[in-house]
């Protein structure tokens, strides 16, 4: 007989720990059944719960993931046992990993564990979020709702994902194309106008471009030294903010920028509000919803903000004060969540907010977009345009001075 540490909840909602002797896992979840607990996690003292299979990462598409969901919300709806469901999403799965973790689920079922705790099993293709929603509407009796909000919320939060994706890449992929183009008229190009200059003896250079030939000069004298300088640099700097200090300090920067600052503050305010509104809709409770809210920030002053929120909330006080605090989000927000809080419609409130701000980073998205776009052709263009006027100088000196003799 093993010694298994267990972690659920009463049908109340209040979370429990302890320790329990047991065969097997079946018979620990049987046991918390009897005392009404729902059980979350249970593993062997010890022993840690994540399960890598072979063959995969473990890692699945959003898209995958939201087509699983709505279909296995679609077979509850009508009735079907739950192993039953599982087995025939896992049989038609196109995806080999996304299929054995599907098997593992159903086996793990089988074998007397809870849905929740299945799929917990699988941290790395179900996170927090998703299981405790699926726990919440085991618990509810209420799968099926809470799988069809789940898929609603992978779908706006991958399409919110996409729009910031694709305008913080859009002016890096055109400083990325000007530095090549820099680099490649510097090493190639105007080495191929000094031979031409050659030709016309020992006249004197006019002097923009003579600046340009000593760049190309220093260039390609140093350009090993530029690669390796470039590439320590960026491992130096991502690796600098990957610890806590850099984090912080590059999350408090971004915030703090005119445009992108902005932009990012909004999609933190459509994040936060859209998780947990489905979660709190979904029966979570407050405390154990804005711990999960808070790690999913992906912002470290934002994720405080949060956590301060949830500790004032344990002391007692309301959301909407603490809130108001942090200066984290708007006040407008503040104030929605405050007629939320009265009124006793939280979960419609936030995702009334959340609807607002998706709209909002839309619009932030396109407005960025159209600013951007002419600002990087103008600083391209200008580039070029110097080197190739720095070029073409002295050939125009060289034709005047032919016409006037």
Known sequence: MAEWVWEGRTRTGEVRKGTINAESERDVHLRLRQQNIQPNKVKKKGKGLAIKLPGGSGKIRSEELVVFVRQFATMIDAGLPLVQCLEILATQEPNKTFKRILMDVKNSVEAGATFADSLKRHPQTFDTLFVNLVAAGEIGGILDT?????????????????????????????AVVA??????????????????FADFGNAKLPSLTQLVINMSHWFQANFTYVVIAGVVSFIGIKKFFATARGRRLLDKTLLKLPIVGKLLRKVAVAKFTRTLGTMI???????????????????????????????????????????AQTKVFPSMVVQMIAVGESTGAMDTMLQKIADFY?????????????????????????IVGTVLIAMYLPIFEVAGNIKSS
Do not use: C, H, W
């Open 146 to 174: 809470i799988l069809n909000r789940l898929a609603t919320y992978i779908e706006k939060n991958v399409k919110l994902k996409r729009k910031v994706k694709g305008a913080m890449m859009y002016p890096i992929g055109i």
């Open 179 to 196: 530095i090549g183009v820099v680099a490649a008229l510097l090493k190639y190009v105007i080495p191929t106008f000094e031979q031409m």
């Open 281 to 323: 809709a979904s029966g979570v409770p407050i405390l154990d919803a804005l711990d999960i809210v808070a790690k999913a920030a992906n912002n470290v002053i934002i994720e405080e903000g949060i956590q301060f929120v949830r500790d004032r909330i344990s002391e007692g006080s309301n959301m909407a004060d603490p809130l």
């Open 358 to 382: 998706e709209d909002e980073v839309d619009v932030a998205v396109d407005s960025l977009t159209k600013l951007l776009e002419p600002i990087m052709m103008v600083v391209i263009g200008g």
